[in-house]
């Protein structure tokens, strides 16, 4: 029987998370789809614990969140670890030589601009005290930018890269599914397919919301 994040029972997996991070929640959902639990191990982002010395040399030298550990051994990197947990469980890879490209291409894509973008734009807006008006209105046109790419690929399929949810989609949905009032978009008005194709994956057996997944306390918002 699986258990979710702080219920009882023995999961090989250990996530070491902050709940507003998109990044941790992608391996949160993952292992849900997945049908898997994980032990959850609160990090206080807040308080920079992850810039120091101590914490690195313990739990990851990138100084990055997440951190997955699978039966002691420390995975960092969404994009990898996504790719580890769809060899191991034959589910939300590629099928085809160019089933598998189209993954890749989208996954790498994620990172490097829609999640990257989006994740500091949102944490600027709405979990900063302070922020340049200039840099968040680049990042904004940024990610209208990206969000515009994403509706024109998902006019024509029913998931990023076909017919079928792939890791591609799990890590894209991941900032597109926190509250309107974090991220700053009313998406259900603003891109339609986007929304359509967000409601599709969370009808997969298994999603649930990020706040659901993550649990803890979380970072004072100032917007």
Known sequence: MNHGPGELGVSRYRLHYFPESGNSYKLALMLALCGESFEPIWTDFGARITWTPQWRAAVNPM????????????LTQTGPILLRLAGTYGRFAGQTDAERFEVLRWLFWDNQKLSAHMATYRFMRTF????????KAYLRARVDDFLGIVEGQLGARPFIAGDRATIADVSMCAYLSYPGDET?????ASHHAVHAWLQRVAALPGWRAPYDLLPGARLVRFA
């Open 63 to 74: 100084g990055e969140i997440p951190v997955l550990e699978i039966e002691g051994e420390r």
């Open 184 to 188: 700053g978009y009313d998406l259900p």
């Open 128 to 135: 900063s005290a302070k922020s340049d008006p200039a840099v």
